[in-house]
């Protein structure tokens, strides 16, 4: 296989024109296709909120890999999920300097506020919780991730306020 | 490459620049612990077991990943070493469940063999091991994930022993996972290899898993029953009420010529054997037309009586023989001797799937060009034929693919459909179903303008090569092929192999089963009747006998039963095939797996074959066709060559033209050979096969021994100008069938329907 013909745009695609051109590309942007693989599947959960059986399909096609070569790699990363998540993924890292500044009960007060648990979504879909390891805002613990965005020095109340905040855009 | 010379504990040693640390030591004799080290897999350095002191390198190195250098130091036990060994299984250990009484694995397992040498007993871990369960992932396949130590031998196995790639590794840490392809189950090759590799009993296989203990089996090795490829699988047997019944095939031990590969007929299919409708009692039909259970004494002497009245009433050339390709060479010898002799016929012949007559024709006297399957592992290049190896010819794709990741030979590949092996080719021609023989004229023609650019190119890489193994198979028959032998023989050095479906497909040919042949390939003055042939006969009521041993014509070709009611039949077989239900007499056959003497593969690799199992009341072949010559009353010492030679003095008195028997005393002990004691020895055949039979004079000794002799056949100067080729009938066998046997193996019948609905489901 040379990386230098490209290849005919992918079709059908289940995902839209734009990501899909974007896919067209960036496979040819390496000297091995499958280096695209892990961008690919972040851009894929992005614009879908995680990776369905299908999506694993249509990126594995366009790789030229297996399904289980997608599989194997994206297992690997506790960020790409194969489940959906809420419209906003609260993130509460209980790694070390965290878990010394309270983040443990940030975790347990933000399962009570939304009554779910690690991994879990709640039923009207708005917010699912996760338990993660560092997220690199160490200085600032305890922190958490929601979607892209961090909210740090937090406190249970501060959660609150950051929680209604979130409530408030799904409202929207 | 250059020798390099280096120390291991205290001893000089030397090995080939390039040699890994951990096979410089086995090969000295010293054992380095591995894990994920596998010989002709990828290195892994996952396990950290084979760690060794290296004078002048910082920490412990992997041996399995550092090759030997000059002047190396190397300590491979010392109080450090045990140490991080030990640290390595309490690892390991952190998760593993003590399942040691109840695991497949145990005694076997490589895991407890390390834990029992460093002594890693007891654990510093106080948190509850991860749980989970066990799944299956196909009719073979068993997955216990806690047994699992992450060697990822399985999953290079998978990938580049047999180019399948079902097995994935998913998740992270103490949380991998060894994952197959279909999401929760296995869409493969079935072949086992994993399960084999797997140095613990984390992949288990249905047909052993909870059965036995290993302890508990006697193990024999042997050769498979099902393709014509030869493999040595080792039988392991267990005492049952009814026999010595198989409970697993391998080939740890790496004895045979096909290393540790067994496909999943090898591995699995032995299972017909303990097939609960295996015939352990003669039959007769009776006045009122069915078939009753009868005593051996009077079923042989039945058919005695009705095969000498048939003879002596309507002539030899009213009898018929049809043998078996999986019966041993000895069995087949006798039973052509037994049809020429005592029956007095001509009319023998047996499923014949490709055309070695025609092949041996071709090659002439040119008999170094005789391939052996070792030859597919080691040739710089290939040209294959037509077949689809992967389905029809398991371990020759094997070797293949083993010879194209380690040499990087060249294949080159002709076929009339797109076929797995095309992954490694350097070159693949795409030709028309009917495009083979024209294919093969254009190779051997001077220079043809009129072909086609691509096929040209083709024919001018391969004339390039100079050692070329040259494989065909069923495609080419007659006259076709003749111009690939002329073709190849143009080159430096090419070698042939014939490609036939069963495991003594070639042997039953090379032993004369052939209305036109005797063994060895000697033409006949009368041809005889072929096995079509003898089915019309019997349908114009001119076939008055038929003595059909291990075959079912009528299931096969899918013949009217009616055709048969006026022959008197005679068949041997396990099991009440379409053929023995109309049967006359029908004699309860051992099958290959319980019986000892000699098969040869389809490259005319002479293995022999020993008795592993038993099955309580059946007889082998060669004991029912001497039973029913001796009832006949035919003398026994003219079919078998057994006891001393008729006047015991071993022929020296009167030279070697005084008699048969003589001459085989004198034959023996030329060749440092006892006189056989008992007819049923088929070593007593064998001994009049390697004194007769032109090819088959190898070496003795190097074959008891279990080392693959070279049958290498010279077409006799007679050769008839047909080689009958037109009752061909390949068998067409995928991975997942075997021939009319394949119905009969559970595991095997369970394996096809589960892949066939993979596949169904992969169409939509
Ligand atoms: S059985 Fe053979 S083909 Fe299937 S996963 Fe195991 S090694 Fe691969
Ligand atoms: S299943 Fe067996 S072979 Fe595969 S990684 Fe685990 S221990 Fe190794
Ligand atoms: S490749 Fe052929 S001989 Fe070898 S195990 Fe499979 S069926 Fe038996
Ligand atoms: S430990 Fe929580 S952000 Fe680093
Ligand atoms: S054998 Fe060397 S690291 Fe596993």
Redesign the pocket.
């Known amino acids: 296989m040379s990386a230098t013909t490209l290849p005919a745009p992918f079709a059908p695609t289940i995902f839209s024109p734009e990501l899909a051109a974007r896919f067209d590309k960036l496979v040819t942007l390496y000297p091995v296709r499958r280096s695209a693989l892990v961008p690919m599947l972040l851009y894929a959960q992005d614009e879908i909120g995680y990776l369905s059986d299908s999506a694993i399909a249509e990126i594995a096609q366009r790789i030229g890999i297996t399904e289980l070569d997608v599989r194997n790699v994206l297992s690997y990363y506790s960020m790409l999920r194969t489940k959906p998540a809420g419209k906003f993924n609260v993130q509460v890292c209980t790694n070390i300097s965290c878990m010394l500044r309270g983040g443990r009960e940030l975790l347990e007060h933000c399962e009570r506020r939304l009554g779910i648990g690690h991994k879990q979504v709640t039923p009207d879909g708005v917010f699912s919780l996760e338990e993660v390891e560092c997220i690199g805002a160490c200085s600032w613990a305890p922190a958490v991730q929601v979607n892209y965005d961090f909210h740090d020095n937090l406190t249970p109340e501060a959660m609150d306020a950051v929680l209604e905040s979130y409530r408030a855009k799904a409202n929207e | 490459m250059a020798d390099v010379t280096f120390t291991v504990d205290g001893r000089q040693l030397t090995a080939p620049a390039g040699t890994l640390v951990i096979e410089a030591c086995r090969a000295a004799g010293i054992e380095i612990p591995a894990f994920c080290y596998y010989p002709g897999l990828s290195l892994q350095a996952a396990c950290r077991m084979c760690l060794v002191r290296i004078e002048k390198m910082p920490k412990l190195q992997t041996a399995c990943t550092t090759p030997v250098g000059e002047g190396m130091v190397i300590a491979t036990e010392t109080d450090e070493i045990k140490q991080a060994r030990k640290s390595m299984l309490e690892l390991l250990l952190a998760n593993h469940p003590l399942d040691c009484p109840v695991c497949d694995a145990g005694g076997e397992c490589e895991l407890q063999d390390m834990t029992f040498k460093y002594g890693a007993g007891g654990s510093k871990f106080t948190d509850i091991k991860n749980h989970r369960d066990e799944q299956q992932w196909s009719p073979v396949v068993f997955f216990d994930r806690p047994r699992c130590i992450l060697c990822y031998r399985c999953v290079r196995v998978c990938n580049e022993g047999m180019d399948v790639a079902a097995l994935g590794i998913q998740f992270r840490n103490s949380g991998a996972v060894i994952a197959p392809n279909d999401i929760t189950s296995l869409d493969c090759e079935q072949c086992g290899m994993c399960i084999d590799l797997c140095p613990v009993g984390a992949l288990t296989s249905d047909t052993y898993r909870y059965k036995t203990r290993p302890w508990e089996l006697t193990h024999v090795g042997t050769?498979?029953t099902?393709?014509?490829?030869?493999?040595k699988?080792t039988l392991g047997a267990r005492r049952e009420e009814n026999g010595m019944q198989i409970v697993r095939g391998d080939n740890r031990d790496k004895s045979g010529m096909?290393g540790d590969?067994?496909?999943?007929?090898?591995?699995y299919a032995f299972d017909f054997a303990n097939n609960p409708e295996r015939l352990t009692q003669p039959l007769v039909r009776q006045p009122d037309g069915k078939l009753a259970p009868a005593r051996w004494e009077d079923a042989i002497a039945l058919v005695a009586r009705r095969f000498r009245e048939i003879r002596e009433e309507r002539g030899g050339a009213a009898m018929g023989v049809i043998g078996s390709t999986r019966i041993t060479n000895e069995e087949a010898y006798l039973l052509q001797k037994f049809a020429r002799g005592p029956l007095q016929t001509a009319n023998i012949d047996h499923h014949r799937t490709t055309d070695y007559p025609g092949f041996v024709k071709a090659l002439g006297g040119e008999t170094a060009h005789f391939g052996s399957i070792a030859d597919a592992l080691t040739a710089p290049a290939i040209l294959l034929v037509g077949g689809d190896p992967t389905e029809e010819?398991?371990?020759l794709a094997w070797n293949l693919r083993t010879n194209f990741r380690h040499n990087g030979s060249r294949i080159y590949i002709a076929n009339h459909r797109a076929i797995k092996l095309e992954h490694q080719a350097k070159a693949t021609l795409r030709i028309s179903y009917g495009g083979y023989a024209d294919l093969v004229r254009s190779l051997a023609a001077s220079d043809d303008a009129s072909l086609p650019a691509e096929t040209a190119h083709f024919r001018d890489a391969l004339r390039a090569e100079q050692n070329l193994l040259i494989v065909f198979g069923a495609e080419l028959r007659g006259d076709a092929i003749a111009p690939l032998i002329q073709f190849g023989l143009s080159l430096p050095a090419a070698k042939f192999a014939c490609l036939g479906d069963f495991?003594n497909s070639r042997g039953a040919m090379d032993m004369g089963l052939h209305p036109a042949f005797t063994p060895g390939y000697q033409a006949v003055s009368t041809v005889g009747l072929s096995l079509p042939q003898m089915m019309d006969a019997a349908g114009r009521n001119e076939l008055a006998a038929l003595y059909v041993v291990g075959d079912d014509p009528v299931g096969r070709l899918g013949l009217a039963p009616e055709s048969l009611r006026n022959t008197f039949l005679v068949v041997q077989d396990m099991f009440l095939t379409a053929t023995a239900q109309v049967a006359d007499v029908v004699l309860p056959s051992a099958s290959l797996y319980e019986k000892s003497g000699t098969v040869t593969n389809t490259y005319g690799d002479l293995q022999p074959v020993k008795k592993a199992a038993d099955t309580t009341g059946v007889r082998s072949d060669l004991e029912l066709i001497i039973r029913i010559a001796d009832q006949m009353g035919e003398d026994i010492r003219a079919l078998v060559p057994f006891g001393r030679g008729e006047r015991g003095d071993m022929g020296q008195s009167r030279g070697v033209q005084s008699g048969e028997a003589d001459r085989h005393a004198v034959w023996l002990a030329a060749h440092n050979l006892e006189p056989k004691l008992s007819p049923f020895d088929p070593d007593a055949l064998l001994d009049e096969i390697q004194r007769l039979v032109p090819g088959y004079d190898v070496d003795r000794f190097a074959l008891m021994a279990g080392e693959p002799q070279p049958v290498r056949v010279a077409a006799g100067s007679n050769f008839p100008v047909s080689t009958g080729s037109e009752s061909i009938q390949p068998a067409n066998d995928t991975l997942f069938t075997?021939g009319t046997l394949g119905q009969y193996s559970e595991k095997l019948t369970e394996v096809n329907r589960f892949q066939a609905e993979k596949t169904l489901v992969a169409a939509g």
Do not use: M
Request: glycine share 14%; proline share 5%.
């Open positions: 050769i498979c099902h393709c014509g490829d030869g493999c699988t096909n590969f067994l496909c999943v007929k090898g591995r010819h398991p371990l495991a075997s």
